[in-house]
């Protein structure tokens, strides 16, 4: 009698531990050692970033922009007030922001040329790379659209390969140097601002940058037709150089910021009416310090 009750006790006790480990998520072991937690996967570590939002030296190339060409006085550079590397402070050039003043006057560099074009980029970019720079600026490719005529504009293609050849020129030097490149201006929201002053009009005869500012009060069909086809040259330019900045991780395009910038008269130089004033030169320094010392995107 007392075997059989201990018999179904034991019985009974086995279901219910049975019971149990059914209803648990870890399930039960009847015999060995007890479970280990599984272990914790190791963190992976967080890339380095590519991009220094704080460089240590500035080399600019480009042409009359970045010279600051009639921002002082009438067909004169003025690159003291460049937004590049200038010294003036009410200009607070992106060199001044980034290096102060000492470091702009010792490690900043402008080696572009008012006229330049495209194809010589390759060049000022060589100059650059020789002074070891750990961030250059580019604002080139206006004077590719601003021609004669618009059929004497550089082909796009053309326009590519050169920029495309001046960063492997660059590389060749300074391989590890950082590249912001500005996007290039809207020459028709210029001719927007300018064709209604008397004095602009007398000066863009002179023939600045004709294939957008010739005739300036003509609203006829084929004007605007003309003046299109020259925007539609410069979205192409801005384009190539998007593109072809994407293909290096060392740089940085502006994504259309100066293209988009809305600047009106107080931005134009009151000689020209075409090349930034004082006030168009910091406003083009506060766009492209906002781009350099903006955070990478995260991956």
Not at 143 to 158: G, K
Not at 188 to 207: A, C, E, F, V, Y
Not at 267 to 288: M, T, V
Request: contains cysteine.
């Amino acid at each position: 009698m007392h075997g059989r009750q201990r018999f179904r006790t034991t019985v009974a006790s086995a279901a219910a531990a049975l019971l149990l480990c059914a209803g648990t998520l870890t399930g039960c072991e009847t015999a060995g050692p007890a479970a280990t937690a599984p272990p914790k996967p190791t963190p992976t570590p967080r890339p380095t970033p590519v991009w220094d939002r704080s460089p240590a030296s500035l080399a600019a190339v480009g042409d009359s922009i970045t010279r600051a060409f009639d921002a002082c006085s009438v067909l004169a550079d003025c690159p003291e007030v460049s937004w590049a590397t200038g010294t003036d402070t009410t200009v607070n050039s992106l060199a001044l922001r980034l290096l102060g003043a000492r470091g702009t006057a010792a490690r900043s560099w402008n080696l572009a040329r008012t006229g330049a074009r495209m194809a010589e980029l390759p060049a000022q970019m060589a100059r650059a790379a020789a002074e070891r720079p750990e961030l250059v600026t580019v604002m080139m490719g206006a004077n590719d659209a601003c021609r004669d005529r618009p059929e004497l504009m550089t082909p796009v293609e053309e326009f590519r390969a050169d920029f495309e050849a001046s960063l492997v020129a660059l590389r060749r030097t300074a391989p590890k140097a950082q590249v912001y490149v500005s996007s290039l201006p809207d020459l028709k929201r210029l001719w927007s601002q300018g064709k209604d002053t008397p004095m602009g009009r007398q000066i863009w005869k002179l023939g600045i940058c004709a294939s957008m500012l010739a005739d300036a009060e003509d609203l006829s069909a084929p004007a605007e037709q003309r003046r299109n086809r020259v925007r539609d040259r410069v979205v192409a330019y801005n384009a190539a150089l998007e593109q072809v900045c994407a293909k290096d991780p060392r740089c940085r395009y502006d994504g259309g910021a100066v293209f988009g910038f809305r600047f009106d008269g107080a931005q134009l130089s009151p000689w020209d009416g075409f090349h930034p004033s004082k006030n168009g030169q910091a406003r083009l320094a506060e766009i492209a310090h906002r781009q350099v010392t903006a955070p990478e995107p995260p991956a």
